[in-house]
């Protein structure tokens, strides 16, 4: 019966990660998932789906749509302020023309590292890189994989960010957002670094083969005039940033959801004169129906997991990921990297993968629990970009016009390979280094 239940769970993953790939909708996903790990593992299918699924589901709604809210409402404000393309435009311009093939990824990940939804960095940033890209004749291709590694790998999971990747696996593992902070910095710098490094060779072995940037029928380069001041709309950023992480008498200043909304408030604020004053209503409901879209999708990979936890077989999963030979924290990276890899999203995977091993190493205190968060999520942002990846359908499809066979491999360089990279460096770094913060 354990063996046909284990059985069960790898069927579901792969029937998890085929439904999706092929569009079905991820609820519709997941329950069937569902279904097959229950009926495997020996539960009713009616309590899996009743109390473990749901349980699950509504978990994850009730800790984190508040986040959720407050950071696409924070978002949609950046978004109709222009101020995301303001600061954009400013790291840009800092950078110069010499930098014009890594000066996309920058500008993406300082937007991305302050907060703000993936999905506002990608339409600010996009009109601005099809100007710089244009003006520096690289080809156009390699756009969706500079602003999808910019804003959805080191700066979703550096220490310190409010985004969702770094706030689950540090709750689940009740510390900080950021712990893990020197090996941490360390392993996303040297993903920065590595990622520019192999997407300036890609280009440069590109162009040397006569390549050359050729517009899309839909692209429009009239520049955009009523762009405020990129140092005026970084303010809110480090607004929030400040809010959420710095302590006094080791306690933080406020909640991470207040540190957020004040972020969001503070954008309307500074940068009134940009926004339409009679939409601030619109935009706060808009902001609502993003953020309940987007909780939903994870509360259906979430609720899943919770019935995986529910299976007899579920001990024996967690123990062979966390005593997998070498480092405790081989688990934590392996468990997170896989499960993200088949939902399509680290957002999604760590949902499942964070409460289901926390525990674990919670229980056994062996490592940093720092640490394993950090590793948690940085391994998030390394198989979750695979094709099916919903955020790199749309950048590369939906918003850039280009095609997986055109662009997907300098995507998967620098979003696949490159966070692999860094998994490791925090991996060896944690392991070598255990009493650094």
Not at 328 to 339: E, H, N, Q, R, W
Request: with cysteine.
């Amino acid at each position: 019966m354990l063996e046909f239940s284990l059985i069960g769970v790898l069927v579901a993953l792969g029937i998890l990660m085929v439904l999706i790939m092929r569009g079905v909708n991820i609820f519709l996903a997941a329950v069937s998932a569902a279904f097959v790990v229950a009926v495997t593992g020996g539960l009713d299918v009616y309590t899996a789906l009743k109390e473990h699924y749901m349980t699950g589901f509504v978990g994850f709604f009730k800790a984190y749509f508040l986040i959720f809210l407050v950071g696409a409402i924070m978002g949609k404000f950046m978004e109709a302020s222009n101020g995301a393309a303001g600061i954009a435009q400013l790291i840009i311009e800092k950078l110069g023309d010499k930098a014009a093939v890594i000066s996309i990824p920058i500008a993406a990940s300082i937007i991305a590292y302050g907060g703000v939804n993936v999905f506002v960095v990608v339409f600010a940033v996009f009109p601005i890189a099809l100007q710089v890209y244009k003006k520096a004749d690289i080809p156009r291709r390699f756009i969706p994989g500079a602003i999808f590694f910019g804003m959805a790998t080191f700066a979703m999971v550096a220490p310190g960010t409010p985004q969702i990747q770094n706030i689950v696996p540090t709750q689940a593992m009740k510390v900080p957002l950021m712990s893990g902070i020197v090996i941490g910095f360390v392993a996303t710098f040297v993903q920065a670094g590595l990622g520019c490094y192999a997407l300036e060779v890609m280009v440069k072995k590109a162009k040397a083969a006569g390549e050359h940037f050729v517009p899309h029928p839909s692209d429009v380069f009239e520049e955009n005039k009523n762009i405020p001041n990129g140092w005026i709309a970084l303010i809110p950023l480090i607004i929030t940033l400040v809010a959420i992480n710095v302590k006094i008498g080791g306690k933080a200043i406020m909640p991470l959801e207040y540190g957020v909304g004040l972020g969001a408030v503070s954008i309307i604020v500074l940068l009134n004169k940009y926004l339409d004053n009679k939409k601030i209503v619109f935009h706060l409901g808009e902001g609502v129906k993003s953020a309940t879209m987007m909780i939903f999708s994870t509360c259906a990979v979430v609720g899943f997991g919770s019935v995986v936890k529910a299976i007899p077989a579920f001990p024996v999963i967690v123990n062979a990921m966390v005593n997998i030979p070498g480092s405790p924290l081989i688990g934590a990276a392996v468990g997170s990297a896989v499960i993200c890899g088949i939902t399509g999203s680290a957002s999604g995977g760590l949902g499942i993968a964070a409460p289901l091993l926390a525990p674990a190493y919670l229980a056994q205190n062996v490592v940093s629990h720092g640490a394993v968060a950090r590793v948690m999520a940085i391994a998030s942002s390394s198989l979750d970009s695979m094709p099916h990846n919903g955020a790199v359908v749309a950048v590369i499809d939906g918003v850039c016009h280009e095609t997986h066979k055109t662009s997907y491999f300098p995507l998967f360089v620098l979003s696949v390979l490159c966070p692999i990279v860094a998994t490791i460096v925090a991996l060896v770094g944690f392991t070598l280094f255990p009493s650094l913060p």
